[in-house]
Nanobody
Framework: DVQLQAYGGGLVQTGGSLRLSCVVS????????VGWFRQAPGKEREGVSC????????YYADSVKGRFTISSDSAKNTVYLQMNNLKPEDAAVYYC????????????????????WGQGTLVTVSS
């Protein structure tokens, strides 16, 4: 079975940092694009960042460019989201997700319909 398990959420002050981890299992890591979505209370889920393991291509939403970095460790089947200079508007439940055969990363993020979803991890940013 395909599983994605997200870790690393917590409470941080404005300007602080967190690193989220998404451990994946049940599929060949290099065949998939793995990404992070987030959903704040009362708002729609939005795509944050994703990484296509086969070629290392990445995508970032404009709101997080320059502050967030996505990376992976294929030996650990883990995708990371390093979040720096966090802002109150970054507070949300963050979900990792995976999709196979993704060609257009931006479109995949906007579609919000990956093949698999993991459980969320809560990020709270205090002002």
């Amino acid at each position: 079975d395909v599983q994605l398990q997200a870790y690393g959420g917590g409470l941080v002050q404005t300007g602080g940092s967190l690193r989220l981890s998404c451990v994946v299992s049940g599929f060949t890591f290099d065949d998939y694009t793995v990404g992070w979505f987030r959903q704040a209370p009362g708002k729609e889920r939005e795509g944050v960042s994703c990484l296509r393991s086969s070629d290392g291509r990445t995508y970032y939403a404009d709101s997080v460019k320059g502050r967030f970095t996505i990376s992976s460790d294929s030996a650990k089947n883990t995708v990371y989201l390093q979040m720096n200079n966090l802002k109150p508007e970054d507070a949300a439940v963050y979900y990792c997700a995976a999709g196979k055969g993704v060609s257009l990363l931006r479109l995949w993020m906007l579609s919000k319909i990956p093949d698999y979803w993991g459980q969320g991890t809560l990020v709270t940013v205090s002002s």
